[in-house]
Nanobody
Framework: QVQLVESGGGLVQAGGSLRLSCAAS????????IGWFRQAPGKERESVAA?????????YYVGSVKGRFTISRDNAKNTVYLQMNSLKPEDTAVYYC?????????????????WGQGTQVTVSS
């Protein structure tokens, strides 16, 4: 079983940047695809970005963050990052990382067995 811990959230002005980290403990990220999700008050959990385990690490981004967010992984450090640039107030949410066994990512929350506790991102206008 893998435990996930997110960090890096906070309060930032519109146009600013944050880098979220998702660190694994308990076992390595080996063989796990990782997804970043977010949930704003009153809204459903949304897939933001995801990265596969396979060599070359294929990635996914929801349309609203393409060109602004970058997901990456450092398998040696058992850490996945979400670099968020040009942040907008509508990016405000609790951000979660999640892991699923298998090399391919998914955009469906139910496909992920392991979740972190979440980190709050607040973007002021």
């Amino acid at each position: 079983q893998v435990q996930l811990v997110e960090s890096g959230g906070g309060l930032v002005q519109a146009g600013g940047s944050l880098r979220l980290s998702c660190a694994a403990s308990g076992r390595t990220f080996s063989g796990y695809a990782i997804g970043w999700f977010r949930q704003a008050p009153g809204k459903e959990r949304e897939s933001v970005a995801a990265i596969s385990w396979t060599s070359g690490s294929s990635t996914y981004y929801v349309g609203s963050v393409k060109g602004r967010f970058t997901i990456s992984r450092d398998n040696a450090k058992n850490t996945v990052y979400l670099q968020m640039n040009s942040l907008k107030p509508e990016d405000t949410a609790v951000y979660y990382c999640a892991a699923r066994t298998g090399s391919s990512y998914s955009t469906t929350p139910a496909d992920y067995a392991y979740w972190g506790q979440g980190t709050q991102v607040t973007v002021s206008s």
